[in-house]
């Protein structure tokens, strides 16, 4: 049993921060890549940003500048600096990871935590 669990979502005022974070835990043998998404009202879920085991990460152009991914392999987390926020970064914010479990090292499979609502006005 894997689960992922994020925090840091709140509300604040256009061109503030946030820093969200989600921590895996359960019968973890290995975590491939981690990623944020996020869902607006009436939108599809997007990917913002993501990181493989390496460090390697990719963004979604809409947020390059602003954000800033990372993870720490030692507590099985990842985070999400978020700076220069915008209205329209205003979204259910979900972590991701691809996780192998102890019970099954050879399949890797994606996790998702509930999420966090990351709202920006003023």
């Known amino acids: 049993q894997v689960q992922l669990v994020e925090s840091g979502g709140g509300l604040v005022q256009p061109g503030g921060s946030l820093i969200l974070s989600c921590a895996a835990s359960?019968?973890?043998?290995?975590?491939?890549?981690m990623g944020w998404y996020r869902q607006a009202p009436g939108k599809q879920r997007e990917l913002v940003a993501h990181i493989i085991n390496g460090g390697s990460t990719n963004y979604a152009d809409s947020v390059k500048g602003r954000f800033t991914i990372s993870r720490d392999n030692a507590k099985n987390s990842v985070y999400l600096q978020m700076n220069s926020l915008k209205p329209e970064d205003t979204a259910v914010y979900y972590c991701n990871a691809n996780i192998q479990t102890i019970a099954n090292r050879y399949n890797a499979i994606n996790y998702w935590g509930k999420g966090t609502l990351v709202t920006v006005s003023s």
């Open positions: 359960g019968s973890i043998f290995s975590i491939n890549a």
